[in-house]
């Protein structure tokens, strides 16, 4: 988007200068606070609304060169609400673009069937129409639907807004699932900073007026934001926020804590210098705390926690477990739950040091 301008016929300046380098096979979220011209935007790459001034480039040609049914078809659109057509099926609901494009009935509707499957749908729901569906699974055609004719251009406006938080992270962790496997070109729509953060591989920020506060990888805004505008948007917490960016991995682990419930007395004394034992069972997976110094019982364990997996979880999810454990000591698991060692808050205070001075660094050799 090269300074694009959209002014309403009633003088309303919604989009005022805006660029934009919108980067290939990545979701690129656009947020800011309600008015800040972010659908209007997001209406002037499929040309539901045209610019008053600037251009949009596709790949380098402007999207004005190209017959604007041929445009709308390489993307794909998503609402909220999802916007299905209620008389039709759910199968036909998605089936409805191959469909235009001329494909057979059997071949759209087996393409619908293959999308179903793809987000998430059960295939019992293919003869329901829309109103027999959640929000979620409502929300879930949508997606589909927009997919059906395999558009290299999808373009999300709030499509996660009208449902509730839990059914909500279902569709954002489906959506970087779909994306893993795609890699389709998103612009999606939000005024939800976290959203932001969690889909976007680069978010725009706008302000009132649709001008540009800032345009960052999220890991960036939220330590480097460009003003106090931002870094109101961005909340109180960026900091822990923060933390999830940065790997767990590098946490020095103390296994000496270890012990099974049938430790015997050597292996006991072995471990009695450090200040909690964590007790495993036959298999290695935690049951609980317990000082060294008195006999292991079962029933007077102290609870251990909210485990965290090194080099999959954050520091974020490490600080967390450290925090809520009564030890002040996170439980590190395996993929299978075995213990594999365990990390003292102090520990990961010293390790978020270290990665804040490891990100600092990058970033000034990145300038
Ligand atoms: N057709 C229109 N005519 C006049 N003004 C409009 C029109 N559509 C939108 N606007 C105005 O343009 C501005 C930007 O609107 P837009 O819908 O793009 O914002 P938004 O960031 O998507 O908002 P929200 O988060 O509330 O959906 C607002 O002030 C809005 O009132």
Same mark, same amino acid.
């Not at 979701?27 to 972010?38: D, F, N, Q, R, Y």
């Not at 299905?84 to 609901?93: A, K, W």
């Not at 298999?283 to 060294?292: K, N």
């Not at 439980?331 to 490891?358: F, L, M, T, W």
């Given at each position: ?217 999220? %890991?960036?805004? *939220?330590? /480097?934001? #460009? !003003? =106090? ?6 909340? @109180? $917490? ?26 015997? %007395?050597?292996? *006991?004394? /072995?471990? #009695? !210098? =450090? ?6 069972? @036959? $298999? ?33 999810? #490490? ?49």
């Amino acid at each position: 988007m090269d300074a694009v301008t959209k002014r309403y016929d009633d003088g309303t300046v919604a989009v005022g200068r805006l660029s934009l380098e919108i980067p290939d096979r990545a979701i690129t979220v656009l947020v800011g606070p309600s008015g800040c011209g972010k659908t209007t935007t997001l209406r002037m790459i499929n040309r539901m609304v045209e610019p008053t001034e600037g251009s949009i480039l596709l790949d380098g040609a402007d999207i004005r060169q190209q017959p604007v049914n041929s445009l709308r078809r390489s993307m794909g659109y998503v609402i909220q609400n999802a916007g299905l057509f209620q008389h039709r099926t759910i199968l036909d609901n998605i089936a409805t673009v191959p469909r235009l494009l001329g494909w057979t009935k059997q071949r759209a509707r087996g393409r619908a069937a293959e999308l179903m499957a793809r987000v998430g749908l059960d295939a019992s729901l293919a003869k329901r129409y829309p109103y027999q569906l959640s929000g979620g699974q409502q929300q879930r055609v949508g997606v589909a639907r927009a997919l059906a004719a395999d558009p290299p251009v999808l373009l999300m406006d709030e499509p996660f807004s009208a449902v509730d938080p839990v059914v909500r992270k279902g569709l954002q962790d489906e959506l970087l699932r779909i994306q893993d496997e795609l890699g389709k070109t998103i612009v999606f729509v939000t005024h939800d900073i976290d959203e932001a953060i969690k889909l976007g591989t680069m978010v725009a920020v706008l302000r009132e007026g649709g001008r540009l506060a800032q345009f960052a990888p999220p %890991a960036e805004l *939220l330590s /480097a934001p #460009a !003003d =106090a505008f931002v870094e109101d948007f961005l909340g @109180a $917490d960026r900091g822990i926020r923060r933390l999830s960016f940065f790997p767990s991995d590098a946490l020095e682990l103390a296994t000496a804590p270890l012990v099974p419930l049938d430790a015997d %007395a050597d292996r *006991l004394a /072995a471990a #009695a !210098d =450090a200040p909690y034992l964590l007790v495993t069972d @036959a $298999d290695g997976r935690p049951l609980g705390w317990a000082e060294p110094g008195a006999p292991l019982d079962r029933d007077r364990l102290l609870d251990h926690g909210r485990p965290f997996r090194p080099g999959t979880d954050s520091l974020r999810t #490490a600080l967390d477990g450290a925090v809520l454990s009564p030890t002040g000591w996170a439980v590190a698991v395996d993929g299978d739950g075995r213990a594999v060692g365990v990390v003292s808050q102090q520990a990961v205070g010293e390790a978020i040091r270290a990665a804040h001075g490891r990100a600092g660094a990058e970033a000034k050799a990145a300038r």
